[in-house]
């Protein structure tokens, strides 16, 4: 079977900023991101089926010799889930409540997935991404997932005598560096990647993920559930939060209940509320609703899409969502919603022109040894398109 994984499109819409710049199944929540979980327990590379100015990044792969099967990339992998896929037959197709899950199309292209109808009911319960407070609401319960799936059967790299190891659940990768931190894995898993860093004075309270090629600064105080992704770098206190991958939060401040896309940067001591005052149930920027929306949540920090940056001391408020590539600098509280490629602050916003964004971003990719290509532009440019009505001229 050849495997491709869809953008359910109710997810898609409200994961919105992070589906601006990706598909749905490459967000990270614990360990991996959803594809990557998918690959891995189908033992095989798996393209996407995505919007079409993500095409020339994300390719769909449609197979002339095998069935091709396409999977809802908002939902992740279960024993029973796949079970059921691999039972697939030509035509035949999986709903969860009436949402399309996966259906087998045999050896043709599916363009039209809503007038799909007939299929059978999945009984079990799935573990879906839907909503932005998903990824750090759930992202406990994909921690542990993913703590199972990539340790089982093997053996985690011993470190130096200088740490202090609390319970059992602590998996460290080959070439991870630790010195003089303090992992305590007994309110869950604590996985530390390849080639990671841990500095001296570092707290790590399970459950916790440090990623490949990540570095946590000396003192830092990490408690979960939270993961951090690929080649970032992390400081201060940092609480349930998600960050995607090549993001900083290098210096002293608060991030809680929060999720960073890739390519961020927070400026030395940002800080962000998690808890109104009241106590009362945050509400959220939903771009498909165009309004706040309730996530029924008391704690509930920030949102930040990819390419965005902050100056230092800035201060977010409870529920705040920033769009892609925007710039927020300057004293006081920032608006709850900034759309992309906005520049200012608490005093007002003006466009962040797309030449100059991308220039940035090309000086960003460089620093990591990575080229900030065509088709990277062609995101941004419609990103910036898409938003305009939002932003003030």
Partial sequence: MNYILFDDAFSRAHLLPFTFTRPVCDIRIGILTIREKWEFELKKKISVKTEQ??????????????????????????????????????????????????????????????????????????????????????????????????????????????????????????????????????????????NAEVMEGAILKGPVVIGEES???????????????????????????????????????????SVLGEWCNLGADTNNSNLKNNYSEVKLWDYADGKQVSTKLIFCGLIMGDHSKCGINTMFNTGTVVGVSANIFGGGFPPKFIPSFSWGGADGFTAYELDKACETAERVFERRHKKFDKAEKEILAKVFSAEAKYRKK
């Fill in 53 to 194: 100015y993500l095409a020339n990044k994300y390719l769909q792969l449609v197979s002339k010799t095998e069935d091709n099967v396409w999977i809802n990339g908002s939902v992740l992998p279960s024993a029973t889930l796949l079970s059921s896929i691999k039972k697939l037959k030509v035509n035949q197709a999986l709903f969860c409540n009436g949402t399309l899950i996966a259906i087998n199309s045999g050896k043709k292209v599916i363009n039209t997935f809503p007038s799909i109808k007939i299929g059978e009911e999945i009984k079990e319960k799935l573990f879906k991404i839907e909503r932005l407070w998903d990824i750090f609401a759930k992202n406990g319960d994909a921690i542990e997932e993913d703590f199972l799936r990539l340790t089982k059967g093997r053996k985690s790299a011993k470190p130096s005598s200088t740490n202090t190891l609390i319970g059992k659940r602590i998996f460290i990768e080959k070439g991870a560096k630790l010195e003089c931190a303090i992992l305590n894995s007994t309110s869950g898993p604590i996985y530390i990647g390849k």
């Fill in 215 to 257: 570095v946590v600064k000396a003192g830092a105080k990490i408690y979960g559930p939270t993961t951090i992704g690929l080649h970032s770098k992390v400081g201060g206190e940092i609480s349930n939060s998600v960050l995607f991958g090549y993001s900083n939060k290098g210096h002293d401040g608060f991030l809680g209940n």
